[in-house]
Protein backbone atom coordinates (compact mmCIF):
# COMPACT_ATOMS: atom_id res chain seq x y z
CA UNK A 1 0.00 0.00 0.00
CA UNK A 2 2.76 2.47 -0.32
CA UNK A 3 1.46 5.49 -1.38
CA UNK A 4 3.91 8.20 -2.74
CA UNK A 5 4.28 11.31 -4.58
CA UNK A 6 4.29 10.72 -8.38
CA UNK A 7 7.95 10.94 -10.13
CA UNK A 8 7.45 13.50 -13.12
CA UNK A 9 9.65 15.94 -14.72
CA UNK A 10 12.53 17.04 -12.90
CA UNK A 11 12.07 15.16 -9.76
CA UNK A 12 12.05 12.05 -12.26
CA UNK A 13 15.48 13.05 -13.92
CA UNK A 14 16.70 13.48 -10.42
CA UNK A 15 16.13 10.47 -9.06
CA UNK A 16 17.05 8.63 -11.98
CA UNK A 17 20.84 10.52 -11.94
CA UNK A 18 20.71 9.47 -8.10
CA UNK A 19 20.15 5.96 -8.49
CA UNK A 20 22.34 5.78 -11.54
CA UNK A 21 19.51 4.31 -13.85
CA UNK A 22 19.00 7.32 -16.24
CA UNK A 23 15.50 6.25 -18.79
CA UNK A 24 15.11 7.44 -22.16
CA UNK A 25 17.14 9.53 -24.04
CA UNK A 26 19.26 10.91 -20.59
CA UNK A 27 22.48 9.91 -19.14
CA UNK A 28 23.08 9.95 -15.43
CA UNK A 29 25.42 13.38 -16.28
CA UNK A 30 22.62 14.93 -18.66
CA UNK A 31 20.22 14.21 -15.02
CA UNK A 32 22.46 16.36 -13.19
CA UNK A 33 22.72 18.98 -15.76
CA UNK A 34 19.32 19.76 -15.45
CA UNK A 35 18.59 20.07 -12.39
CA UNK A 36 21.91 22.65 -12.26
CA UNK A 37 19.72 24.39 -15.78
CA UNK A 38 16.77 24.56 -13.43
CA UNK A 39 18.65 25.97 -10.56
CA UNK A 40 20.70 28.50 -13.03
CA UNK A 41 16.92 29.25 -14.90
CA UNK A 42 15.65 29.68 -11.07
CA UNK A 43 18.50 32.35 -10.94
CA UNK A 44 17.15 34.44 -13.87
CA UNK A 45 19.43 32.98 -15.64
CA UNK A 46 23.06 32.20 -14.68
CA UNK A 47 23.72 31.36 -10.90
CA UNK A 48 26.05 33.38 -9.12
CA UNK A 49 25.90 34.84 -4.98
CA UNK A 50 23.99 38.00 -5.85
CA UNK A 51 21.58 36.02 -7.79
CA UNK A 52 20.92 33.21 -5.47
CA UNK A 53 20.35 35.63 -2.32
CA UNK A 54 17.67 36.96 -4.67
CA UNK A 55 15.95 33.82 -6.00
CA UNK A 56 16.66 31.47 -3.37
CA UNK A 57 12.96 30.28 -2.29
CA UNK A 58 12.57 29.38 -5.97
CA UNK A 59 16.13 27.45 -5.70
CA UNK A 60 15.08 25.70 -2.54
CA UNK A 61 11.46 24.86 -4.10
CA UNK A 62 13.32 22.97 -7.15
CA UNK A 63 15.76 21.33 -4.44
CA UNK A 64 12.66 20.45 -2.13
CA UNK A 65 10.59 19.11 -5.08
CA UNK A 66 13.40 16.94 -6.02
CA UNK A 67 14.08 15.72 -2.43
CA UNK A 68 10.25 15.14 -1.04
CA UNK A 69 9.41 12.21 -4.42
CA UNK A 70 13.52 11.13 -3.98
CA UNK A 71 13.09 10.39 -0.37
CA UNK A 72 10.02 8.09 -0.72
CA UNK A 73 11.28 6.42 -4.14
CA UNK A 74 14.69 5.45 -2.36
CA UNK A 75 12.64 3.61 1.02
CA UNK A 76 10.54 2.07 -1.29
CA UNK A 77 13.50 0.83 -3.53
CA UNK A 78 15.12 -0.15 -0.28
CA UNK A 79 12.33 -1.54 2.20
CA UNK A 80 9.59 -2.26 -0.22
CA UNK A 81 9.57 -6.02 -0.02
CA UNK A 82 9.00 -5.70 3.64
CA UNK A 83 7.44 -2.11 4.74
CA UNK A 84 5.02 0.20 3.41
CA UNK A 85 5.13 3.55 2.94
CA UNK A 86 2.72 6.11 3.43
CA UNK A 87 3.56 9.79 1.79
CA UNK A 88 1.29 12.40 3.12
CA UNK A 89 0.72 16.15 3.57
CA UNK A 90 1.70 17.83 6.76
CA UNK A 91 -1.27 17.44 9.59
CA UNK A 92 -2.86 14.55 7.13
CA UNK A 93 -3.43 11.31 8.96
CA UNK A 94 -0.99 8.68 7.80
CA UNK A 95 -3.75 5.67 7.94
CA UNK A 96 -2.38 1.72 7.90
CA UNK A 97 -5.01 -1.01 7.84
CA UNK A 98 -4.10 -4.00 8.98
CA UNK A 99 -6.05 -7.75 9.38
CA UNK A 100 -4.84 -10.15 12.35
CA UNK A 101 -3.34 -13.33 10.33
CA UNK A 102 -3.58 -16.02 13.10
CA UNK A 103 -6.06 -18.75 12.33
CA UNK A 104 -9.67 -19.37 13.87
CA UNK A 105 -9.46 -22.29 16.78
CA UNK A 106 -12.14 -24.74 15.19
CA UNK A 107 -14.03 -26.59 18.45
CA UNK A 108 -16.07 -30.11 17.86
CA UNK A 109 -19.73 -29.90 18.66
CA UNK A 110 -22.72 -32.15 18.77
CA UNK A 111 -25.48 -31.54 16.07
CA UNK A 112 -27.68 -29.07 16.20
CA UNK A 113 -25.57 -26.64 18.60
CA UNK A 114 -24.32 -23.26 18.11
CA UNK A 115 -22.99 -22.57 22.04
CA UNK A 116 -19.06 -22.24 21.42
CA UNK A 117 -16.72 -19.64 22.02
CA UNK A 118 -17.15 -16.48 19.73
CA UNK A 119 -13.48 -15.16 18.23
CA UNK A 120 -12.87 -11.71 17.60
CA UNK A 121 -11.70 -10.05 14.19
CA UNK A 122 -8.77 -8.22 15.03
CA UNK A 123 -8.64 -6.13 12.12
CA UNK A 124 -7.08 -2.73 13.01
CA UNK A 125 -6.07 0.46 11.55
CA UNK A 126 -3.57 2.76 13.12
CA UNK A 127 -1.06 6.38 12.62
CA UNK A 128 2.12 6.04 12.84
CA UNK A 129 3.67 8.83 14.84
CA UNK A 130 6.40 11.00 13.02
CA UNK A 131 9.24 13.14 13.92
CA UNK A 132 10.99 15.49 12.61
CA UNK A 133 14.31 14.59 11.26
CA UNK A 134 17.06 16.99 9.89
CA UNK A 135 19.94 17.64 8.62
CA UNK A 136 21.93 20.80 8.52
CA UNK A 137 25.29 21.58 6.29
CA UNK A 138 27.24 24.64 5.87
CA UNK A 139 29.83 25.72 2.83
CA UNK A 140 32.48 28.31 2.77
CA UNK A 141 31.30 31.06 0.56
CA UNK A 142 34.31 31.35 -1.49
CA UNK A 143 33.44 27.65 -2.93
CA UNK A 144 29.68 28.55 -3.50
CA UNK A 145 30.81 31.47 -4.89
CA UNK A 146 33.22 30.00 -7.65
CA UNK A 147 30.40 27.39 -8.13
CA UNK A 148 32.31 24.61 -7.31
CA UNK A 149 29.26 23.87 -4.77
CA UNK A 150 27.22 21.00 -6.67
CA UNK A 151 23.35 20.92 -5.52
CA UNK A 152 22.82 17.48 -7.65
CA UNK A 153 25.66 15.87 -4.92
CA UNK A 154 23.87 17.61 -2.09
CA UNK A 155 20.97 16.36 -2.30
CA UNK A 156 22.14 13.02 -3.25
CA UNK A 157 23.87 12.95 -0.27
CA UNK A 158 20.95 13.83 1.76
CA UNK A 159 19.05 10.87 0.09
CA UNK A 160 21.63 8.44 0.81
CA UNK A 161 21.70 10.07 4.79
CA UNK A 162 17.58 9.89 5.15
CA UNK A 163 17.78 6.12 3.75
CA UNK A 164 20.33 5.47 6.47
CA UNK A 165 18.76 7.15 9.28
CA UNK A 166 15.54 5.14 8.37
CA UNK A 167 16.74 1.67 8.29
CA UNK A 168 18.13 2.37 11.84
CA UNK A 169 14.48 3.06 12.89
CA UNK A 170 13.25 0.27 10.92
CA UNK A 171 15.71 -1.93 12.57
CA UNK A 172 14.70 -0.29 16.17
CA UNK A 173 10.72 -0.96 15.43
CA UNK A 174 11.74 -4.88 14.63
CA UNK A 175 14.08 -5.75 17.30
CA UNK A 176 11.79 -4.14 19.64
CA UNK A 177 9.12 -6.15 18.70
CA UNK A 178 10.34 -8.62 19.70
CA UNK A 179 9.49 -8.53 23.78
CA UNK A 180 5.93 -8.23 22.33
CA UNK A 181 6.29 -11.88 21.20
CA UNK A 182 4.07 -14.53 22.09
CA UNK A 183 6.80 -16.84 24.05
CA UNK A 184 5.70 -20.15 21.67
CA UNK A 185 7.23 -18.08 18.09
CA UNK A 186 10.86 -16.67 19.53
CA UNK A 187 13.79 -18.60 20.38
CA UNK A 188 17.36 -17.13 21.16
CA UNK A 189 21.10 -18.87 21.48
CA UNK A 190 23.48 -19.85 18.70
CA UNK A 191 21.90 -21.26 15.38
CA UNK A 192 20.27 -24.36 15.48
CA UNK A 193 18.86 -26.34 12.67
CA UNK A 194 15.80 -27.77 15.03
CA UNK A 195 14.86 -24.40 17.07
CA UNK A 196 14.95 -22.49 13.23
CA UNK A 197 12.89 -25.46 11.67
CA UNK A 198 10.12 -24.96 15.00
CA UNK A 199 9.88 -21.45 14.76
CA UNK A 200 9.07 -21.79 10.58
CA UNK A 201 6.52 -24.46 11.61
CA UNK A 202 4.87 -22.48 14.31
CA UNK A 203 4.85 -19.53 11.85
CA UNK A 204 3.38 -21.27 9.31
CA UNK A 205 0.57 -23.21 11.33
CA UNK A 206 -0.57 -19.66 13.09
CA UNK A 207 -0.88 -18.05 9.86
CA UNK A 208 -1.57 -20.85 7.27
CA UNK A 209 1.07 -19.23 5.11
CA UNK A 210 4.43 -20.48 3.58
CA UNK A 211 7.46 -18.29 5.69
CA UNK A 212 10.13 -16.53 4.62
CA UNK A 213 13.21 -15.56 6.59
CA UNK A 214 14.24 -12.12 7.16
CA UNK A 215 17.59 -10.35 8.04
CA UNK A 216 20.57 -8.85 6.96
CA UNK A 217 23.29 -10.28 5.33
CA UNK A 218 25.54 -11.24 8.13
CA UNK A 219 22.61 -12.65 9.84
CA UNK A 220 21.42 -14.78 7.36
CA UNK A 221 24.82 -15.48 6.54
CA UNK A 222 24.43 -17.42 10.25
CA UNK A 223 21.99 -20.19 9.21
CA UNK A 224 23.85 -23.23 8.58
CA UNK A 225 23.28 -26.55 6.82
CA UNK A 226 24.02 -30.13 7.92
CA UNK A 227 23.61 -30.53 4.05
CA UNK A 228 25.24 -28.15 1.49
CA UNK A 229 25.30 -28.65 -2.29
CA UNK A 230 27.50 -27.19 -4.59
CA UNK A 231 24.82 -24.50 -5.37
CA UNK A 232 24.22 -23.47 -2.09
CA UNK A 233 28.09 -22.94 -1.87
CA UNK A 234 27.57 -21.06 -5.27
CA UNK A 235 24.60 -18.85 -3.62
CA UNK A 236 26.98 -18.33 -0.22
CA UNK A 237 30.02 -16.97 -2.44
CA UNK A 238 27.62 -14.47 -4.75
CA UNK A 239 25.53 -13.09 -2.01
CA UNK A 240 27.16 -13.76 1.26
CA UNK A 241 23.94 -16.50 2.39
CA UNK A 242 21.36 -19.37 1.20
CA UNK A 243 18.81 -18.21 -0.96
CA UNK A 244 16.70 -21.26 0.52
CA UNK A 245 17.02 -23.08 3.87
CA UNK A 246 15.11 -26.20 3.67
CA UNK A 247 12.86 -24.86 1.00
CA UNK A 248 12.39 -21.57 3.06
CA UNK A 249 13.40 -18.56 0.91
CA UNK A 250 15.68 -16.02 2.61
CA UNK A 251 15.38 -12.38 1.87
CA UNK A 252 17.72 -9.58 2.71
CA UNK A 253 17.06 -6.61 4.91
CA UNK A 254 19.26 -3.41 3.91
CA UNK A 255 21.52 -2.37 6.97
CA UNK A 256 21.15 1.55 8.57
CA UNK A 257 23.34 3.36 10.42
CA UNK A 258 22.89 5.27 12.93
CA UNK A 259 24.35 9.10 14.45
CA UNK A 260 26.60 7.17 16.85
CA UNK A 261 28.13 5.01 13.88
CA UNK A 262 26.80 1.74 14.99
CA UNK A 263 24.58 -0.06 12.29
CA UNK A 264 20.67 0.35 12.60
CA UNK A 265 19.93 -3.28 12.26
CA UNK A 266 20.96 -6.32 14.58
CA UNK A 267 22.96 -8.72 12.66
CA UNK A 268 21.82 -11.31 15.43
CA UNK A 269 17.92 -10.70 14.43
CA UNK A 270 16.09 -13.36 12.23
CA UNK A 271 12.53 -12.77 11.33
CA UNK A 272 10.66 -15.55 10.17
CA UNK A 273 7.30 -13.58 8.31
CA UNK A 274 4.56 -15.78 6.38
CA UNK A 275 5.09 -14.95 2.42
CA UNK A 276 2.31 -12.42 1.03
CA UNK A 277 1.09 -10.97 4.15
CA UNK A 278 0.58 -7.61 5.12
CA UNK A 279 4.45 -5.97 5.93
CA UNK A 280 4.90 -5.97 9.33
CA UNK A 281 6.87 -2.73 9.01
CA UNK A 282 4.83 0.64 8.29
CA UNK A 283 6.57 3.72 6.93
CA UNK A 284 5.14 7.19 7.57
CA UNK A 285 6.15 10.44 5.53
CA UNK A 286 4.47 13.46 6.32
CA UNK A 287 4.82 16.27 4.53
CA UNK A 288 7.10 18.28 2.31
CA UNK A 289 11.06 18.65 3.29
CA UNK A 290 11.82 21.97 4.62
CA UNK A 291 14.59 24.17 3.48
CA UNK A 292 16.14 27.22 4.10
CA UNK A 293 19.72 28.88 4.88
CA UNK A 294 20.80 29.99 8.62
CA UNK A 295 24.28 31.36 7.70
CA UNK A 296 24.19 34.40 7.52
CA UNK A 297 22.09 34.80 10.72
CA UNK A 298 23.60 32.35 12.70
CA UNK A 299 27.30 32.48 12.53
CA UNK A 300 30.21 35.66 11.46
CA UNK A 301 32.01 33.32 9.42
CA UNK A 302 31.63 33.86 5.36
CA UNK A 303 29.66 30.39 5.08
CA UNK A 304 26.23 29.61 4.19
CA UNK A 305 24.48 27.14 6.48
CA UNK A 306 21.38 24.91 5.08
CA UNK A 307 18.84 22.80 7.09
CA UNK A 308 16.77 20.12 5.68
CA UNK A 309 14.06 18.72 7.70
CA UNK A 310 11.06 15.96 7.61
CA UNK A 311 8.70 14.58 9.52
CA UNK A 312 9.63 10.59 9.61
CA UNK A 313 7.67 7.61 11.76
CA UNK A 314 8.51 3.81 11.62
CA UNK A 315 6.53 1.52 13.52
CA UNK A 316 6.01 -2.67 13.39
CA UNK A 317 2.84 -4.30 13.84
CA UNK A 318 3.28 -6.77 16.63
CA UNK A 319 -0.42 -7.88 16.73
CA UNK A 320 0.27 -10.44 13.66
CA UNK A 321 1.95 -13.71 14.03
CA UNK A 322 5.58 -13.77 12.88
CA UNK A 323 8.59 -15.45 14.73
CA UNK A 324 11.91 -14.18 15.60
CA UNK A 325 15.27 -16.22 16.19
CA UNK A 326 17.84 -14.24 18.01
CA UNK A 327 21.02 -15.07 17.72
CA UNK A 328 24.02 -14.86 20.19
Not at 111 to 124: E, F
Not at 131 to 143: C, G, H, V
Not at 184 to 200: H, P, W, Y
Request: hydrophobic share 40%; net charge negative.
Amino acid sequence: MAMKKELTGLSKISYDAYVGRPSGDYTVEDGNQAIRNAINEACGGEFTYYSFLDNKGKVFQIVANTLVIGVGELLSDKFDAFADTIDTALGDENMFYTDDNALFRVDTIADGKSDIRRQKLYNDSFSVPTARKAIKIYTELKQFMSGRYDWTKTVNRVLLSFGNAIGGMVGDAMHGAYAKLPAAIKDTGSFVEDKMDTLIEKVEVESGLTAVIWGTKRALGKITSAIVSDDMKDQINRMGHYGVYKGTVLREIPQGKKNDGTLGVDNADLYIVPEGDTKIVKIALEGDPVIYDKGAETNKAEQLEFFFGRNVGVSAVTQKVFGMYQLS
